[in-house]
Protein backbone atom coordinates (compact mmCIF):
# COMPACT_ATOMS: atom_id res chain seq x y z
CA UNK A 1 0.00 0.00 0.00
CA UNK A 2 2.84 2.42 0.79
CA UNK A 3 4.68 2.00 -2.63
CA UNK A 4 0.90 2.80 -4.31
CA UNK A 5 0.41 5.81 -2.59
CA UNK A 6 3.98 7.14 -3.31
CA UNK A 7 3.50 5.90 -7.09
CA UNK A 8 0.37 8.04 -7.47
CA UNK A 9 2.34 11.37 -6.27
CA UNK A 10 1.26 11.69 -2.06
CA UNK A 11 4.08 13.18 -1.28
CA UNK A 12 3.94 16.37 -3.36
CA UNK A 13 0.56 17.11 -1.92
CA UNK A 14 1.72 16.17 1.52
CA UNK A 15 4.41 19.12 1.80
CA UNK A 16 2.35 21.74 1.51
CA UNK A 17 0.02 20.63 4.23
CA UNK A 18 3.25 21.08 6.68
CA UNK A 19 2.30 25.09 6.34
CA UNK A 20 -1.21 24.46 8.10
CA UNK A 21 -2.09 25.84 11.36
CA UNK A 22 -4.81 23.12 11.99
CA UNK A 23 -3.36 21.14 14.26
CA UNK A 24 -5.63 17.74 14.09
CA UNK A 25 -3.96 18.48 10.14
CA UNK A 26 -0.56 18.88 11.00
CA UNK A 27 -0.99 15.14 13.18
CA UNK A 28 -1.85 12.93 10.47
CA UNK A 29 0.78 14.62 7.64
CA UNK A 30 3.26 14.13 10.25
CA UNK A 31 2.37 10.33 10.75
CA UNK A 32 1.74 9.84 6.79
CA UNK A 33 5.27 11.43 6.07
CA UNK A 34 7.02 9.39 8.99
CA UNK A 35 5.44 5.74 7.65
CA UNK A 36 6.08 6.36 3.92
CA UNK A 37 9.55 7.56 4.32
CA UNK A 38 10.79 4.38 6.85
CA UNK A 39 13.06 2.76 5.47
CA UNK A 40 13.11 4.32 1.54
CA UNK A 41 16.60 6.39 1.28
CA UNK A 42 15.44 7.90 -1.96
CA UNK A 43 12.08 9.25 -0.56
CA UNK A 44 14.39 10.21 2.26
CA UNK A 45 16.55 12.36 0.36
CA UNK A 46 13.42 13.65 -1.60
CA UNK A 47 11.53 14.94 1.87
CA UNK A 48 15.12 16.43 2.49
CA UNK A 49 15.56 18.37 -0.10
CA UNK A 50 11.48 19.42 -0.16
CA UNK A 51 12.85 21.22 3.52
CA UNK A 52 10.22 18.84 5.26
CA UNK A 53 12.99 19.09 8.10
CA UNK A 54 12.64 22.60 8.58
CA UNK A 55 8.60 21.72 9.09
CA UNK A 56 8.72 19.05 11.73
CA UNK A 57 10.68 21.14 13.50
CA UNK A 58 9.10 24.28 13.63
CA UNK A 59 5.79 22.13 14.47
CA UNK A 60 7.87 20.80 17.42
CA UNK A 61 8.48 24.49 17.97
CA UNK A 62 5.23 25.98 17.78
CA UNK A 63 3.13 23.36 19.64
CA UNK A 64 5.19 21.92 22.61
CA UNK A 65 2.24 21.05 24.31
CA UNK A 66 0.66 18.65 22.24
CA UNK A 67 1.80 15.50 23.08
CA UNK A 68 0.39 13.22 20.36
CA UNK A 69 1.41 16.16 17.97
CA UNK A 70 5.34 16.22 19.53
CA UNK A 71 5.52 12.35 19.11
CA UNK A 72 4.85 11.72 15.87
CA UNK A 73 7.05 14.55 14.58
CA UNK A 74 9.89 12.92 16.71
CA UNK A 75 9.39 9.34 15.02
CA UNK A 76 9.22 11.51 11.40
CA UNK A 77 12.73 13.09 12.41
CA UNK A 78 13.97 9.85 13.77
CA UNK A 79 13.05 7.83 10.43
CA UNK A 80 14.52 10.58 8.34
CA UNK A 81 17.97 11.49 10.52
CA UNK A 82 19.61 8.16 9.72
CA UNK A 83 20.68 9.82 6.35
CA UNK A 84 23.77 12.42 6.38
CA UNK A 85 21.84 15.22 4.38
CA UNK A 86 18.95 15.45 7.20
CA UNK A 87 21.60 15.78 9.61
CA UNK A 88 23.17 18.69 8.12
CA UNK A 89 19.97 20.07 7.72
CA UNK A 90 19.01 19.66 11.27
CA UNK A 91 22.34 21.20 12.42
CA UNK A 92 20.39 24.42 10.26
CA UNK A 93 18.11 24.20 12.77
CA UNK A 94 17.36 24.59 16.41
CA UNK A 95 16.41 20.84 17.02
CA UNK A 96 18.96 20.68 19.67
CA UNK A 97 16.99 23.12 21.62
CA UNK A 98 13.83 22.08 21.31
CA UNK A 99 14.82 18.26 21.82
CA UNK A 100 16.22 19.39 25.21
CA UNK A 101 13.24 20.95 26.24
CA UNK A 102 11.31 18.19 25.04
CA UNK A 103 13.00 15.34 27.30
CA UNK A 104 13.38 17.55 29.81
CA UNK A 105 9.61 17.65 30.38
CA UNK A 106 9.15 14.16 29.36
CA UNK A 107 7.37 12.06 32.03
CA UNK A 108 6.68 8.89 30.85
CA UNK A 109 9.37 6.20 29.62
CA UNK A 110 8.13 5.74 26.04
CA UNK A 111 8.58 9.87 24.89
CA UNK A 112 11.99 9.67 27.16
CA UNK A 113 12.97 6.08 24.41
CA UNK A 114 11.47 7.73 21.22
CA UNK A 115 13.54 11.49 22.41
CA UNK A 116 16.86 9.70 23.26
CA UNK A 117 16.57 7.20 19.90
CA UNK A 118 16.87 10.82 17.80
CA UNK A 119 19.15 12.22 20.10
CA UNK A 120 21.84 9.16 19.64
CA UNK A 121 20.97 9.78 16.13
CA UNK A 122 21.62 13.18 15.62
CA UNK A 123 25.31 12.49 17.90
CA UNK A 124 26.79 11.04 14.96
CA UNK A 125 27.10 14.70 13.51
CA UNK A 126 29.64 16.76 15.39
CA UNK A 127 28.08 19.82 14.62
CA UNK A 128 24.79 18.30 16.50
CA UNK A 129 27.36 17.00 19.19
CA UNK A 130 28.29 20.70 20.09
CA UNK A 131 25.12 22.17 19.51
CA UNK A 132 23.18 19.38 22.10
CA UNK A 133 26.03 20.14 24.54
CA UNK A 134 25.54 24.28 24.20
CA UNK A 135 21.40 23.41 24.82
CA UNK A 136 22.44 21.82 27.68
CA UNK A 137 21.57 18.28 27.36
CA UNK A 138 24.10 16.85 29.51
CA UNK A 139 22.01 17.97 32.61
CA UNK A 140 18.87 16.29 31.28
CA UNK A 141 21.16 12.84 31.12
CA UNK A 142 22.61 13.26 34.71
CA UNK A 143 19.05 13.47 36.01
CA UNK A 144 17.84 10.80 34.12
CA UNK A 145 20.96 8.88 34.98
CA UNK A 146 20.44 9.62 38.69
CA UNK A 147 16.38 9.05 38.62
CA UNK A 148 16.72 5.32 37.38
CA UNK A 149 20.03 3.44 38.68
CA UNK A 150 17.86 1.94 41.42
CA UNK A 151 14.76 1.04 39.26
CA UNK A 152 14.89 -2.40 38.06
CA UNK A 153 11.76 -2.53 35.30
CA UNK A 154 13.15 -3.25 31.99
CA UNK A 155 11.66 -0.01 30.46
CA UNK A 156 13.58 2.22 32.67
CA UNK A 157 16.68 -0.23 32.54
CA UNK A 158 16.22 0.45 28.53
CA UNK A 159 16.32 3.90 28.92
CA UNK A 160 19.32 3.91 31.49
CA UNK A 161 21.29 2.11 28.68
CA UNK A 162 19.81 4.84 26.26
CA UNK A 163 21.43 7.68 28.01
CA UNK A 164 24.63 6.21 28.82
CA UNK A 165 25.09 5.43 25.60
CA UNK A 166 24.27 8.94 24.53
CA UNK A 167 26.97 10.49 26.65
CA UNK A 168 29.83 8.25 24.88
CA UNK A 169 28.35 9.64 21.28
CA UNK A 170 28.89 12.90 22.76
CA UNK A 171 32.68 12.39 23.91
CA UNK A 172 33.14 11.07 20.74
CA UNK A 173 33.60 14.44 18.87
CA UNK A 174 36.64 16.62 19.92
CA UNK A 175 34.99 19.67 20.16
CA UNK A 176 31.71 18.19 22.38
CA UNK A 177 34.33 16.41 24.53
CA UNK A 178 36.24 19.62 25.52
CA UNK A 179 32.84 21.39 26.81
CA UNK A 180 31.57 18.66 28.77
CA UNK A 181 35.07 18.46 30.38
CA UNK A 182 35.88 21.97 31.79
CA UNK A 183 38.67 22.06 33.08
CA UNK A 184 37.34 19.11 35.42
CA UNK A 185 34.46 21.11 36.34
CA UNK A 186 31.72 19.87 33.86
CA UNK A 187 28.99 17.61 35.22
CA UNK A 188 29.33 14.76 33.01
CA UNK A 189 32.83 14.34 34.86
CA UNK A 190 31.81 15.57 38.34
CA UNK A 191 29.60 12.52 38.12
CA UNK A 192 32.06 10.03 37.09
CA UNK A 193 33.53 9.28 40.68
CA UNK A 194 29.86 8.86 41.24
CA UNK A 195 29.52 6.43 38.69
CA UNK A 196 32.24 4.48 39.35
CA UNK A 197 31.88 4.00 42.72
CA UNK A 198 27.79 2.75 41.65
CA UNK A 199 26.81 -0.99 42.35
CA UNK A 200 25.26 -0.50 38.54
CA UNK A 201 27.36 -1.74 35.83
CA UNK A 202 26.02 0.10 33.54
CA UNK A 203 27.29 3.30 35.28
CA UNK A 204 30.61 1.84 36.21
CA UNK A 205 31.02 1.33 32.77
CA UNK A 206 30.32 4.94 31.18
CA UNK A 207 32.38 6.44 34.07
CA UNK A 208 35.24 4.40 32.49
CA UNK A 209 34.39 5.22 28.88
CA UNK A 210 33.61 8.59 29.97
CA UNK A 211 37.61 9.08 31.11
CA UNK A 212 38.68 7.02 28.63
CA UNK A 213 37.61 9.63 25.74
CA UNK A 214 38.62 12.89 28.18
CA UNK A 215 42.12 11.37 28.22
CA UNK A 216 42.45 12.09 24.34
CA UNK A 217 44.47 14.61 24.84
CA UNK A 218 47.44 15.05 27.57
CA UNK A 219 46.04 18.73 29.56
CA UNK A 220 42.77 16.41 30.36
CA UNK A 221 45.51 13.23 31.24
CA UNK A 222 47.25 15.31 33.30
CA UNK A 223 44.48 17.09 35.06
CA UNK A 224 42.57 13.84 35.76
CA UNK A 225 45.47 12.56 37.31
CA UNK A 226 45.54 15.95 39.69
CA UNK A 227 42.15 14.83 40.57
CA UNK A 228 42.71 11.19 41.64
CA UNK A 229 40.78 9.62 38.73
CA UNK A 230 43.74 6.98 38.49
CA UNK A 231 42.60 5.04 42.36
CA UNK A 232 39.01 5.27 41.15
CA UNK A 233 39.52 3.05 38.10
CA UNK A 234 42.11 0.72 40.00
CA UNK A 235 39.21 0.46 42.61
CA UNK A 236 36.46 -0.92 39.98
CA UNK A 237 38.99 -3.14 38.07
CA UNK A 238 39.61 -4.87 41.97
CA UNK A 239 35.63 -5.39 42.08
CA UNK A 240 35.91 -7.21 38.58
CA UNK A 241 39.24 -9.50 38.92
CA UNK A 242 36.89 -12.51 39.54
CA UNK A 243 34.19 -13.05 37.47
CA UNK A 244 34.20 -9.47 36.72
CA UNK A 245 32.41 -8.07 33.67
CA UNK A 246 34.96 -7.99 31.07
CA UNK A 247 33.65 -4.48 29.15
CA UNK A 248 33.71 -2.59 32.36
CA UNK A 249 37.55 -3.90 32.74
CA UNK A 250 38.43 -3.55 29.76
CA UNK A 251 37.29 -0.10 29.35
CA UNK A 252 38.89 0.88 32.66
CA UNK A 253 42.51 -0.39 31.18
CA UNK A 254 41.40 1.92 28.15
CA UNK A 255 41.53 4.50 30.33
CA UNK A 256 44.26 4.05 32.51
CA UNK A 257 46.28 3.71 29.45
CA UNK A 258 45.23 6.39 28.15
CA UNK A 259 46.15 8.82 31.08
CA UNK A 260 49.92 6.48 31.38
CA UNK A 261 50.91 8.65 27.79
CA UNK A 262 51.78 12.04 29.24
CA UNK A 263 55.30 11.79 30.62
CA UNK A 264 54.69 13.81 33.54
CA UNK A 265 51.66 11.42 34.41
CA UNK A 266 53.90 7.96 33.72
CA UNK A 267 56.22 9.10 36.71
CA UNK A 268 53.08 10.10 38.95
CA UNK A 269 51.11 7.25 38.49
CA UNK A 270 53.97 4.61 39.07
CA UNK A 271 54.62 6.50 42.29
CA UNK A 272 51.52 5.89 43.12
CA UNK A 273 51.86 1.60 42.47
CA UNK A 274 49.84 1.51 39.52
CA UNK A 275 52.08 -0.69 37.70
CA UNK A 276 51.90 -3.23 40.84
CA UNK A 277 48.02 -2.99 41.15
CA UNK A 278 47.14 -3.41 37.59
CA UNK A 279 49.24 -6.69 37.96
CA UNK A 280 46.02 -8.43 40.00
CA UNK A 281 44.48 -8.87 36.29
CA UNK A 282 47.38 -11.19 34.96
CA UNK A 283 44.96 -14.29 35.88
CA UNK A 284 42.80 -13.05 33.79
CA UNK A 285 41.82 -15.28 31.03
CA UNK A 286 39.50 -12.97 28.97
CA UNK A 287 41.67 -11.82 26.17
CA UNK A 288 40.40 -8.36 25.74
CA UNK A 289 41.14 -7.53 29.37
CA UNK A 290 44.27 -9.61 28.12
CA UNK A 291 45.26 -7.13 25.63
CA UNK A 292 44.23 -4.02 27.15
CA UNK A 293 46.63 -4.81 30.07
CA UNK A 294 49.33 -5.38 27.90
CA UNK A 295 48.88 -2.69 26.32
CA UNK A 296 48.86 -0.28 29.59
CA UNK A 297 51.52 -1.80 31.16
CA UNK A 298 54.03 -0.91 28.10
CA UNK A 299 52.61 2.65 28.06
CA UNK A 300 53.34 2.73 31.56
CA UNK A 301 57.06 1.66 31.00
CA UNK A 302 57.68 3.76 27.87
CA UNK A 303 60.99 5.64 28.93
CA UNK A 304 60.62 4.74 32.46
CA UNK A 305 63.90 2.88 33.37
CA UNK A 306 63.08 1.95 37.06
CA UNK A 307 59.76 0.65 36.36
CA UNK A 308 61.41 -1.57 33.44
CA UNK A 309 63.69 -3.26 35.30
CA UNK A 310 61.34 -3.41 38.34
CA UNK A 311 58.73 -5.51 36.35
CA UNK A 312 61.24 -6.82 33.69
CA UNK A 313 62.58 -9.13 36.86
CA UNK A 314 59.30 -10.04 38.09
CA UNK A 315 58.84 -13.80 37.53
CA UNK A 316 55.35 -13.80 37.73
CA UNK A 317 54.87 -11.09 34.91
CA UNK A 318 57.60 -12.94 32.88
CA UNK A 319 55.69 -16.42 32.81
CA UNK A 320 52.93 -15.05 31.85
CA UNK A 321 54.26 -12.86 29.51
CA UNK A 322 55.56 -15.97 27.91
CA UNK A 323 52.00 -18.04 27.81
CA UNK A 324 50.85 -15.47 26.46
CA UNK A 325 53.68 -14.95 23.47
CA UNK A 326 52.93 -18.74 22.75
CA UNK A 327 49.61 -18.25 22.32
CA UNK A 328 47.41 -19.08 19.01
CA UNK A 329 44.14 -18.32 20.27
CA UNK A 330 44.23 -14.49 20.03
CA UNK A 331 46.80 -12.67 17.64
CA UNK A 332 46.66 -9.59 19.62
CA UNK A 333 47.56 -10.60 22.70
CA UNK A 334 50.58 -12.55 21.23
CA UNK A 335 51.74 -9.77 19.63
CA UNK A 336 51.28 -7.14 22.54
CA UNK A 337 53.04 -9.45 24.79
CA UNK A 338 55.90 -9.65 22.55
CA UNK A 339 56.27 -5.80 22.46
CA UNK A 340 56.10 -6.25 26.32
CA UNK A 341 58.85 -8.12 26.54
CA UNK A 342 61.06 -6.00 24.19
CA UNK A 343 59.99 -2.93 26.00
CA UNK A 344 61.30 -3.93 29.30
CA UNK A 345 64.53 -4.48 27.94
CA UNK A 346 64.76 -1.44 25.08
CA UNK A 347 63.44 0.44 28.43
CA UNK A 348 65.61 -0.60 31.03
CA UNK A 349 68.99 -1.47 29.38
CA UNK A 350 69.68 -3.64 32.09
CA UNK A 351 71.81 -6.28 32.49
CA UNK A 352 69.20 -8.33 35.42
CA UNK A 353 66.17 -7.73 32.62
CA UNK A 354 68.03 -9.70 30.27
CA UNK A 355 68.71 -12.06 32.55
CA UNK A 356 65.44 -12.58 34.07
CA UNK A 357 63.76 -12.64 30.48
CA UNK A 358 66.59 -15.54 29.47
CA UNK A 359 65.70 -17.38 32.44
CA UNK A 360 61.81 -16.97 31.84
CA UNK A 361 63.45 -19.00 28.25
CA UNK A 362 61.43 -15.73 26.77
CA UNK A 363 64.21 -14.93 24.40
CA UNK A 364 63.34 -16.59 21.33
CA UNK A 365 60.34 -15.12 20.98
CA UNK A 366 61.87 -11.61 20.78
CA UNK A 367 63.85 -13.27 18.26
CA UNK A 368 60.84 -14.74 16.40
CA UNK A 369 59.47 -11.17 16.62
CA UNK A 370 62.43 -9.85 14.79
CA UNK A 371 60.99 -11.38 11.69
CA UNK A 372 57.51 -10.34 12.26
CA UNK A 373 55.38 -8.93 9.00
CA UNK A 374 54.98 -5.45 10.94
CA UNK A 375 57.73 -3.03 10.46
CA UNK A 376 57.60 -1.55 13.99
CA UNK A 377 57.71 -5.00 15.76
CA UNK A 378 60.59 -5.95 13.61
CA UNK A 379 62.60 -2.45 14.84
CA UNK A 380 61.60 -2.92 18.42
CA UNK A 381 62.87 -6.69 18.54
CA UNK A 382 66.14 -5.99 16.84
CA UNK A 383 67.19 -3.08 19.55
CA UNK A 384 65.60 -5.30 22.21
CA UNK A 385 68.37 -8.32 21.11
CA UNK A 386 70.86 -5.97 20.33
CA UNK A 387 70.82 -4.77 24.05
CA UNK A 388 70.76 -8.50 25.06
CA UNK A 389 73.61 -9.41 22.43
CA UNK A 390 76.24 -7.08 24.57
CA UNK A 391 75.49 -9.11 27.63
CA UNK A 392 78.42 -11.12 28.38
CA UNK A 393 76.52 -14.48 27.19
CA UNK A 394 78.56 -16.44 30.05
CA UNK A 395 76.97 -15.27 32.75
CA UNK A 396 74.03 -15.89 31.38
CA UNK A 397 74.32 -19.47 30.21
CA UNK A 398 75.81 -22.12 32.76
CA UNK A 399 78.71 -23.60 30.75
CA UNK A 400 77.42 -27.52 31.04
CA UNK A 401 75.15 -26.55 28.06
CA UNK A 402 77.63 -24.65 26.14
CA UNK A 403 76.14 -26.95 23.22
CA UNK A 404 72.91 -25.07 23.45
CA UNK A 405 74.28 -21.53 23.78
CA UNK A 406 76.45 -21.83 20.91
CA UNK A 407 73.18 -23.17 18.47
CA UNK A 408 70.77 -20.20 20.70
CA UNK A 409 73.82 -17.63 19.32
CA UNK A 410 73.98 -18.70 15.94
CA UNK A 411 70.24 -18.93 15.43
CA UNK A 412 69.78 -15.32 17.12
CA UNK A 413 72.44 -14.19 14.71
CA UNK A 414 70.63 -15.82 11.83
CA UNK A 415 67.64 -14.11 12.32
CA UNK A 416 68.44 -10.83 12.90
CA UNK A 417 70.56 -11.08 9.72
CA UNK A 418 67.56 -12.26 7.45
CA UNK A 419 65.31 -9.69 9.00
CA UNK A 420 67.46 -7.09 7.86
CA UNK A 421 68.69 -7.96 4.52
CA UNK A 422 69.30 -4.44 3.37
CA UNK A 423 71.33 -3.61 6.74
CA UNK A 424 74.04 -5.94 6.42
CA UNK A 425 76.84 -3.71 5.48
CA UNK A 426 76.17 -1.28 7.73
CA UNK A 427 75.73 -3.51 10.93
CA UNK A 428 78.94 -5.41 9.38
CA UNK A 429 80.74 -2.19 10.45
CA UNK A 430 79.47 -1.26 13.70
CA UNK A 431 82.13 -1.21 16.68
CA UNK A 432 82.20 -3.09 19.53
CA UNK A 433 80.65 -0.56 22.65
CA UNK A 434 83.54 -0.96 25.33
CA UNK A 435 80.54 -0.06 27.88
CA UNK A 436 78.71 -3.23 27.19
CA UNK A 437 79.86 -5.25 30.52
CA UNK A 438 77.94 -2.18 32.40
CA UNK A 439 74.57 -3.03 34.24
CA UNK A 440 72.61 -0.06 32.39
CA UNK A 441 73.70 0.00 28.47
CA UNK A 442 73.64 3.68 26.77
CA UNK A 443 70.17 3.24 24.61
CA UNK A 444 70.62 2.70 21.49
CA UNK A 445 68.66 4.40 18.97
CA UNK A 446 65.91 2.72 16.59
CA UNK A 447 68.36 2.95 13.53
CA UNK A 448 71.70 2.83 14.79
CA UNK A 449 71.92 -0.62 16.60
CA UNK A 450 75.28 -1.64 17.85
CA UNK A 451 74.44 -5.52 17.41
CA UNK A 452 77.94 -7.28 18.48
CA UNK A 453 77.69 -10.48 16.33
CA UNK A 454 81.14 -11.16 16.02
CA UNK A 455 81.25 -11.44 19.53
CA UNK A 456 78.41 -13.27 20.19
CA UNK A 457 79.64 -16.32 17.38
CA UNK A 458 83.10 -16.16 19.49
CA UNK A 459 81.64 -16.81 22.74
CA UNK A 460 79.51 -18.94 21.31
CA UNK A 461 82.10 -21.20 19.73
CA UNK A 462 84.33 -21.58 23.00
Known amino acids: MKTHCIDAGLVP ?6 DSTDQEM ?53 NLADIDTAKQALSKT ?41 AGIQE ?47 IIYQSVGTWLASKHTQLQLT ?78 EMPPVQFKLLGTLRMLVDGQADAAEELGQDPVLLNRLVQWCDSNDHAGVCGEANRLLASLLRHSCSQEVVKAIQEAQAMKHLVSMATSEHAIMQNEAL ?18 ISGWKSKQAEDTRKLIWQARPKSRERLSKIQVSEKSSKTHLKRPSLFRTYINFSKMKAQAQR
Open 26 to 78: LLHVGRAIGRICYDNNDLQEQLVGAEVITSLVRIMSDYPDNEPLVRVNLLALS
Open 383 to 400: IALAIASAVNLEELVPPR
Open 140 to 186: VIVEILQRLQDSSKPEDVCSLKAASDLIVSLLLGDESMQQLFAEGNG
Open 94 to 134: RVAEHLVHQLRAANHHEKVEIILEVLHTLAENDALKSQLVE
Open 13 to 18: VLIPLL
Open 207 to 284: GALAIANFARNDSNCVRMVQLGIVHQLLDLLEQHVESGDVSVQHAALSALRNLAIPVANKVQMLDEGVGQRIQMLLRS
